[in-house]
């Protein structure tokens, strides 16, 4: 059965610098999507890879004086390993030079297209960016100037390979209005429409080996032309799967998915939500089910920039301030629309503010309580507790509050559901004041130890709870939340706690669920 399978993917970023900011948003993103959708039963295969045959990589790698392979390689190796200080549970990676599945899966998508007779020679004239790797018509320039990098494109002048774009207007139209292709955030979506209700173009999906400089994968039949790199880069979603190599794999993930994810930046929708769609109608393959978009991350008020250095670096990020605390900012502080700027001050004051007063707070104070009030051992085989009524509507209701938000890309939302989870749960503790029921159980009140057992019991339950809830968003904390508090019906052990008999499971650990940050001295909790 393949309808519960769900295929989940990241752009595969240009390797012509070292991974930034940017690129940790859109990982993390879609590893939350990935661990949330195995959480729920789902089979999942959370795919990513690296763009090597850009013509960007082969100008910076000149510009470095470095053999292009070894300059492509070296950085490809320093996306790869984000997954360690990311926690990303990445379940393949496919990298478009030297994986033996792309040349062949491309070229197969060529001639798949070809067959089709949607591929034809023309000569063209045209505005090209290096750096966006597209032709841009006059009206979209911003001044003359490449909307995305500022810079003029310079006129190209040849014959290409183009793809009949314009064949497939009414059917991407359909899919997208149809929801077939579901297109989030909505205003991306209408963006799109618009776009095509415009007409589509014939694009060129080739260039000459020469401008090329030989970099790239020849056109099958044509070996003075280079299949144009977003051809080449759009395949690796279905080429990772098969594609022209193993076709029940790509039965499994693709054709017979019940889900087809495509996270990506605003800057590449078009790629990804006209062109690809339409290759793939070409190729007799469906399209994406949906297209999750996300907006742009600045620094310190600057666009990323390869000269930001540390101050973009995730890997330097995570090592300063760790992995949850670098995750709960790219989660919680960035908004489902919008441009946002990290700094430095607003990772550590949302960090404290959520993961160490509230969240981590609470799990210790939780603990503390039951160490304290009955030795360690969680009171079991307690019903609800009196007054908890608010904490158990939160409790119930986050579940299909973090489902309804990730179902449209919204993380903020999503962790907000989990969030008033333990909010919840530290408004209650005040409200209760476990020490004074306490105190009123050492001067011979049974109902107050009574209600206590009720509340400890209630409170680790949550814990317990916001461990799992916690699982897609910052897995390794909550590891250590579950370690600590143990799992439901674990071992029950016995003990006399001030004269009392305590019955229940044992809780564990002192020390705090996260360090405080302090923004001068970065410190590895
Ligand atoms: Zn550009």
Known sequence: MTRSHVYLTTTIPYVNARPHLGHALEFVQADVLARHYRRRGNLVRFQTGTDDNSLKNVLAAQAAGVRVQDFVDANAAAFVALAGPLSLSVDDVIRTSGDPRHRAGVER????????????????????????????????????????????????????????????????????????LRIEPAGRRNEVVGFIAGGLADFSVSRSTARAH?????????????????????GNYVTALGYGTDEANLHRWWTGAGRRIHVLGKGVLRFHAVYWPA?????????????????????????????????????????DYGTDALRWWLLRDVPRIGDTDFTRERLVSRVNDELVNGIGNLVNRVLAMVGRYRGGLVPAGYGPAPGADALADARRRAPA?????????????ATAAVWAVATEANRYI?????????????????????????????????????????????????????????????????????GQRVQGQRVQGQEPIFARLRPSQPGRP
């Open 401 to 413: 509050l973090t489902d309804a938000a990730l179902a449209v890309g919204d993380f903020r939302q």
């Open 214 to 234: 030989g970099w790239g994968i020849p056109v099958p039949g044509d070996p003075g032309q280079v299949i144009y790199v977003w051809w080449d880069a759009l």
């Open 279 to 319: 290759i793939l109608a070409s190729a007799g393959l469906p399209p994406p089910t949906e297209i999750l978009v996300h907006d742009y991350l600045t620094v310190e008020g600057r666009k990323i920039s390869k000269s930001a250095g540390p101050l973009v670096d995730p890997a330097a990020l995570a090592a």
């Open 109 to 180: 998508l060529w001639q798949a297209c070809a067959d089709a007779g949607d591929l034809y020679r023309k000569f063209y004239e045209g505005l090209y960016c290096v750096g966006c790797e597209a032709f841009y018509a006059a009206s979209e320039l911003d001044g003359g100037r490449c909307p995305e990098h500022g810079v003029r494109p310079q006129l190209v002048a040849e014959e290409n390979w183009f793809f009949r774009l314009s064949r497939y207007e009414g059917r991407l139209r359909d899919e997208i209005t149809a929801g077939r």
């Open 430 to 498: 005040s409200q209760t004041e476990p020490w004074r029921l306490a105190a009123a159980e050492r001067n011979g009140d049974r109902r107050a130890g009574q209600h206590l057992d009720a509340a400890l019991s209630g409170l680790v339950g949550t814990c317990r709870d916001l461990a799992g809830q916690l699982e897609p968003f910052l897995p390794d904390a909550a590891a250590r939340i579950a370690q600590r508090c143990g799992t439901p019906g674990g071992r029950v052990q016995g003990q006399r706690v001030q």
